[in-house]
């Protein structure tokens, strides 16, 4: 089963925790060299942010990629490039309970969306009556463990000129993430400054 292999997968990844910032900070060794890096709110524990580095084709190290959370508010990338402040800006920010998504710099009214599943593609889409804003994303959680998509689980608000989009967490995920967050509370975190974070 899907679910189990990737359960398995994470047990066996060589784990590194940091707490710093008012986060536990955890970075994934997989055994095909893979890398994720997770934060989690040490208050809440919520995550904050998840992000993936796959080895290149010739063994070297690729570019971190962001799947869930924020590395830079502003759209800032470097000194001389900056995303328009006034475009969509989509992004995931998950609740205890839901895989969310927020679109921001958004305006029409919220007759003017729909949002559905495409359990076929595998993707979730989001159009506008007024074609002017069409999104299509997945879910990669639900991909690793090979679980359906399912459009009862899909639902949508807008205020402040935000989208937000929440697809209820399957008890499977809510399972696994309840075990995965008991296993990293036991890892020994060391506070910043303490340890050189590489895991090899």
Not at 22 to 32: A, N, S
Not at 46 to 63: C, E, I, M
Not at 96 to 122: C, D, G, H, L, M
Not at 137 to 165: G, K, V, W
Request: aromatic residues 8%.
């Amino acid at each position: 089963m899907a679910l189990q292999h990737w359960a398995d997968t994470l047990r066996k990844a060589k784990k590194t925790a940091l707490l710093s910032d008012g986060k536990r900070k955890v970075h994934y060794l997989f055994e095909d060299g893979d890398e994720m890096a997770e934060e989690y709110d040490l208050k809440t524990d919520q995550l904050v942010l998840r992000k993936w580095r796959h080895k290149s084709t010739f063994g070297g190290q690729g570019q971190w990629i962001v799947e869930a959370g924020e590395t830079n508010p502003n759209g800032v990338t470097s000194d001389l490039i900056k995303e328009s402040s006034s475009n969509p800006l989509f992004m995931r920010k998950d609740t205890k309970t839901s895989f969310q998504w927020r679109i921001r710099n958004i305006s029409y009214p919220v007759e003017v969306y729909s949002v559905s599943a495409e359990p076929a593609e595998r993707c979730c889409v989001i159009r506008t009556s007024n074609k002017k804003y069409y999104k299509k994303f997945s879910i990669p959680d639900l991909d690793r463990c090979q679980l359906p998509l399912e459009s009862a689980a899909l639902s949508f608000t807008h205020a402040n000129n935000t989208l937000i989009i929440s697809y209820k967490k399957p008890k499977e995920i809510l399972e696994l993430e309840q075990e995965l967050l008991g296993e990293l509370k036991k890892l020994k975190g060391t506070s910043e400054g303490d340890i050189d974070c590489k895991t090899q």
